[in-house]
């Protein structure tokens, strides 16, 4: 048996939400893996915005959404995550199935260029407002860049204080390896009504 990797383990996660015809977020499309996973999931019904504030990324992505025929499924934004709530349609709000964070740095690109908590606590915080009940945000944190302590140190405070009857907050991580990537997964209570704009 081998465990999952924290990515791995966020895919499957979100795979148990997402249905065909779901609406989802992907805040940090990098190279856009996770952008064609999100779309692939909701299939043609269902819809995918992206963000990403590198030029470079965003064309990375679009030709890997091209290769795999599913640009017309995606809606990308050279905008920071932080811009999420001013950005996305007005009535996602409160039915968004899933929204993923990858944070660290473009690979192979600039690793100057790296997710901040300046951005990332509030792009967590608009995420969960446009959540759907029991929809599920996953933020996969990396530790081995400059600066990435710090963001995944303040994501887990962020996520470990979340009203327990609102949210449910878990956190996956080996243990046994040095900057080992961690997961952090939070589900959205059922019992919440879906807020209007």
């Given at each position: 048996?081998?465990?999952p ?7 499957q ?5 997402l ?7 992907d805040?940090?499309?990098?190279n ?5 996973f ?11 915005h992206?963000?990403?504030i ?42 968004v199935?899933?929204?993923m ?8 690109g ?12 509030p ?6 407002e446009?959540?759907?009940?029991g929809?599920?945000?996953t933020a ?42 961690s ?15």
């Amino acid at each position: 048996m081998s465990l999952p990797t924290a990515l791995t383990l966020s895919h499957q996660l979100i795979q148990s939400v997402l249905q065909p015809g779901a609406w989802a977020v992907d805040a940090t499309v990098g190279n856009g893996h996770d952008t064609l996973f999100l779309a692939q999931s909701v299939g043609d019904q269902g819809h995918v915005h992206g963000f990403d504030i590198q030029a470079e990324a965003l064309a990375r992505a679009e030709a890997l959404f091209r290769k795999h025929q599913v640009q017309e499924r995606i809606t990308l934004h050279q905008r920071s995550h932080d811009q999420l709530a001013k950005t996305l349609p007005p009535d996602w709000r409160g039915r968004v199935a899933a929204v993923m964070f990858n944070l660290g740095y473009l690979p192979k690109g600039n690793s100057s260029i790296i997710t901040r908590c300046e951005t990332t606590l509030p792009a967590l915080s608009q995420a969960l407002e446009w959540l759907s009940p029991g929809g599920i945000l996953t933020a996969v944190l990396y530790t081995g860049h400059p600066g990435g302590k710090d963001e995944a140190d303040r994501v887990l405070r962020f996520a470990a204080t979340l009203p327990p009857r609102q949210y449910r907050s878990i956190r996956y991580q080996t243990m046994n390896r040095d900057y080992a990537p961690s997961l952090v997964a939070v589900i959205k209570s059922k019992k919440q009504t879906a807020t209007k704009a």
